[in-house]
């Protein structure tokens, strides 16, 4: 399990304990917060990665799948430090790959008990739209945080994009890789904390930028 | 010569200084102590005979010398902040890589004492 954590030190302790009650290797990726979240990681049993510089979401996520892959993980998961996603969602996606049913599990908030936030949801489903087009994968959630993938597909689809443009990065790694993905029930808990934390509305304009320039200058 | 002569020459002539003497010392590619003295050293000839933008333009079809002078501005400075933009993406990039290593490193130190 891989889990971003940038000034999210409310927060980390808890979602860490949670995984770790579930799963044995949990890597928690310090994106050189400025609160107290380093020391919030240090408390708990999961491995502490720490960025000495901020390098966003993206960046932080490949640096735990390194760690991770270097010690022979077989799955890697991707997991939400400000508590959003439920634990039990990320372990039956993870039995879907182990089992082999898929070689990347995406969640998909739609087909959750999330509540998501009307404005949310349009964005989401532009997104979601635009990837048919340029990708021509058809998903319906292509920004959650939840994923799980195979050791072979963590190393195909190596993040280029620091910040928070990897999510449509992975989008067209996935479809170019041709490996078989399968989307999952994920319930969002969207609450204050999360919202006030989360990407406000007026940033998917900017990761649509990066994407773009991700995509013409690889 | 006008005031305003006088001020653009002697701005241009620092500017040739300061070109030549970054090269000699190696703080510039030799490449873009040229463009910066040529483009310099040209700058100076049109500000003297400001008349000669204007049959420029007019021998390259435009209108005034004065847009002549803006266009190529508008592509140098265009020019300039792609090509600024690109090597920031390549500091960063590289800082990104570096900043993952020096994270694993550490978690490396971290870990061997514990877990021989």
Known sequence: ?218 | MSVFQVVLLAALVATVVLGLVMASRGALPKILAGLLVGGACLGAVFVVEPDWTTQLARFLGIGRGADLVLYVLVLGTSWGFLSMYMRVRAVRRDMTLLVRRMALDEAERDQTPRRP
């Open chain 1, 1 to 218: 399990m891989v889990v971003p954590v940038f000034n999210e030190c409310a927060a980390v302790g808890k979602v860490l304990d949670a995984l770790r009650s579930r799963f044995r290797n949990v890597v928690a990726v310090d994106d050189g917060s400025s609160d107290a979240s380093w020391d919030a990681i240090r408390k708990t049993a999961a491995h502490a990665l720490r960025h000495a510089v901020n390098r966003g979401q993206g960046a932080a996520l490949q640096t735990g799948t390194d760690f991770a892959l270097a010690r022979g993980a077989r799955r890697i998961a991707h997991f939400d430090a400000d508590g959003q996603h439920r634990v039990d969602d990320l372990v039956a996606m993870a039995l879907a790959v182990a089992k082999g049913d898929c070689d990347i599990a995406l969640g998909d908030r739609f087909a959750g008990n999330s509540r998501i936030p009307p404005m949310r949801a349009a964005l989401i489903r532009l997104a979601a739209l635009m990837h048919r087009v340029t990708s021509g994968i058809g998903l319906n959630d292509v920004h959650n945080g939840l994923r799980v993938l195979t050791d072979e597909a963590a190393r195909r689809c190596e993040l280029r994009s620091d910040r928070m443009a990897h999510a449509s990065e992975l989008i067209d790694l996935i479809a170019r890789s041709g490996m078989r993905v399968k989307q999952f029930p994920t319930t969002i808990e969207y609450t204050a904390y999360s919202m006030a934390k989360g990407q406000r509305a007026s940033a998917s304009a900017r990761i649509l930028l990066h994407y773009a320039v991700g995509r013409v200058f690889r």
